[in-house]
């Protein structure tokens, strides 16, 4: 496996990854462990401004440019944009010192435990028919899974904590 592991959150787009994430962020924390995030997105995106130094230079052709300042740092690194992104290549790039678990959202369809969003008033299908990297199944209503794939209650952030603790880390340490 990865090292640290590695924990993913898939659903279709609107269900609510993020809003859980953040949830289940501090809790984690309060358990003393250190996370991590990648986050996927299918749109471009901007986190330099135009006008900005570090614009100008990425703007000019300079790749990767890293803004540091005594509070972050981050690293802008251009893509071509047929490129395709994998998970792996992101997690060799990723800084992962001294962290304890590294989440991530998106990248579905890569094979890696992940953990499946449902809300089954938004109509979309279910993954884990097909994904045998889900490992549980958080609803907003109860759900009939197979034996060995755990439901959990998507509103019960605490409980879906004390999975990724005590079932998830536990699996990847044993």
Do not use: W
Not at 72 to 100: K, M
């Amino acid at each position: 496996m990865f090292n640290p592991p590695v924990l993913g959150f898939a659903a279709a787009s609107g269900t609510g990854k993020t809003s859980l994430l953040t949830q289940l962020i501090p809790m984690l924390k309060a358990q003393n462990l250190q996370i991590g995030i990648i986050k996927h997105s299918h749109h471009d995106f901007e986190i330099d401004h135009p006008g900005k130094d570090s614009f100008r230079l990425r703007k000019a052709g300079a790749t990767p440019v890293m803004l540091v300042s005594r509070y972050r740092r981050a690293v802008i690194s251009e893509l071509p944009a047929d490129a395709d992104i994998s998970l792996t290549e992101q997690l060799a790039l990723f800084p992962n010192a001294g962290l304890d678990l590294i989440l991530v959202e998106g990248f579905r369809h890569e094979s890696y435990p992940k953990i499946e969003l449902c809300r089954p008033s938004l109509g979309k299908p279910l993954l884990y028919p097909e994904d045998q990297s889900i490992i549980a199944i958080a609803s907003d209503h109860p759900l009939s899974t197979p034996p060995g794939l755990p439901c959990l209650d998507l509103n019960d952030t605490q409980a879906i904590a004390k999975f990724i603790i005590e079932i998830f880390l536990k699996r990847q340490r044993d």
